[in-house]
């Protein structure tokens, strides 16, 4: 136990690595909880963590992996003991502190959040960060007054994590879920998720952006930003919502004021980092229940050992993976 594997990053002033590392517990560092890791994922900040420029992480060398799922071999903190099943994820891991890329974490107990039952951690890894702003980003709009007898639903990215999970999420709540991708090749996957209707990502991307176009959708899912961001908002019906998470396609969002004042439209950004723990607890019950997608495993989850990770946090850069990519460490 004093040594193990971890996927750890390391930059100099002339060379940068990504490799399978022998680490020890006197390198983690501190932390109230001591969690044997089962299963890590795979997220786009977590690709940005394995490249030179990622802006991500700030001290080296490093482990990546900003969720992890996993099992308490030691704790300092009374809410949690020995033997204890619990997810983490958000917050500084992955981040500034030591993350699931490795066979054992140490973290404070404030960020820790006991596996709910109707997962299993596989599950709660095939989610991750990406489910729990999939399921945030739901449980936001229907704050806002959306059902499913409001209108049709927008997912923008469908294909990536948070889209495929949004999609399958909604579906099973009983929305009529309109899916947009950039991949052709995908629209059957799209469809077995729940979509009843595939747009192309020029559908939902506008050349010239009107600031009030034709009224197509109650809601949307938007990890994407960008001109996509501001077409989908001049496209809201009366009184809808955009829940957005993401950046893939830019920071800047070419809008105006009109959606929001001549008709009503909400844009609620989705933070999933330091989201607070009774909320967080309760969106991680949600994901155990009726948000829990009904083809996670089999459909929407592939897994990699730690040996394969470093290709696919490449890959996933390259917007290469579809939905989510589950690290087995134990």
Known sequence: MSEFKALVVNKTETDFTVNVQTVSMDDLPEGDVLIKVQYSSVNYKDGLASIPDGKIVKTYPFIPGIDLAGIVVSSDDPRFK???????????????????YS??????????????????????????????????SIHRLEENGLSPEKGKVLVTGATGGVGSLAVSMLAKRGYEVVASTGKETEHEYLRELGAKEILSREDVCAEKIRPLDKQQ????????????????????????????????????????????ILRGVSLLGIDSVYCPMELRKQIWERMASDLKPDKLLESIAQEVTLEQLPEALSNILKGKLRGRTVVKLS
């Open 217 to 260: 959708w109650a809601a949307a899912v938007d990890p994407v930003g960008g001109r996509t961001l501001a077409t989908v908002l001049s496209r809201i019906q009366y009184n809808g919502a955009v829940a957005v998470s993401g950046l893939t396609g830019g920071t800047d969002v070419p809008t105006t004021v009109f959606p929001f």
């Open 103 to 136: 066979e054992y974490a140490r973290i404070p107990g404030d960020w820790i959040v006991p596996l709910p039952k109707g997962l299993t951690l596989k599950e709660a890894m095939a989610l991750g960060t990406a489910g729990f702003t999939a399921a945030l």
């Open 82 to 100: 020995e033997g204890d099943e619990v997810i983490a994820t958000g917050y500084e891991i992955g981040v500034t502190h030591y993350g699931g």
